[in-house]
């Protein structure tokens, strides 16, 4: 069965950085787009950033946008979110997806996984 397991989350000040990581077992992510998605406590999960297969087209929500860099190495079969400038209102757990296009408009492909925890102390 596939799996998808996030990884990079921590404890970080605001102002800091942090870079995750979206592996899957069992499946080859090198032609799925990949999003990363974000859930704070009592909020519903909301998009944060997708990337084409090849890496060329690249989305952001507009909370993130100059702060979050999303990249990918096909040949790692990994996926990264690269977030700096971190503020306080980007905690939350951070979970990766696959999916047909970059606006998910199918949804997502696989089961979400466990997700990491990323806190950012004021």
């Known amino acids: 069965q596939v799996q998808l397991v996030e990884s990079g989350g921590g404890l970080v000040q605001a102002g800091g950085s942090l870079r995750l990581s979206c592996a899957a077992s069992g499946r080859t992510f090198s032609r799925y787009v990949t999003g990363w998605f974000r859930q704070a406590p009592e909020k519903e999960r909301e998009f944060v950033a997708a990337i084409s297969w090849i890496g060329a087209i690249t989305r952001y929500a507009d909370s993130v946008k100059g702060r979050f860099t999303i990249s990918r190495d096909n040949a790692k079969n990994t996926v990264y979110l690269q977030m700096n400038s971190l503020k306080p209102e980007d905690t939350a757990v951070y979970y990766c997806?696959?999916?047909?296009?970059?606006?998910?408009?199918?949804?997502?492909?696989?089961?979400w996984g466990q997700g990491t925890q990323v806190t950012v102390s004021s």
């Open positions: 997806n696959t999916a047909t296009n970059t606006y998910f408009t199918s949804g997502p492909s696989l089961p």
